[in-house]
């Protein structure tokens, strides 16, 4: 792929987490981030910017954590 298309990318990114502190609505603010999360592993992977991916990444696994497996124990209760 094109470098200027990976800092579009990196563009889409910082614009879903600031989207995501604008939400109310707490799943879609985790949606949003995780998003956001997401382009910055993919920007972050293209140029090597390992302290961008580590964070990012851990980051898309606590949202999914609190997006479907809370959700599961919430239920069971």
Known sequence: MNPSLY???G???SVFI???FIVN???SVRIINMI???C???YGTYFEA???VIPNAII???QLYFLFFKDIKKSSE
């Open 7 to 9: 800092e579009w990318i």
């Open 11 to 13: 563009y889409a990114a």
């Open 18 to 20: 600031v989207m995501s």
């Open 25 to 27: 609505n707490l799943k």
């Open 36 to 38: 956001g999360c997401m």
């Open 40 to 42: 910055f592993v993919i």
């Open 50 to 52: 390992w302290p961008v």
């Open 60 to 62: 898309i696994f606590i």
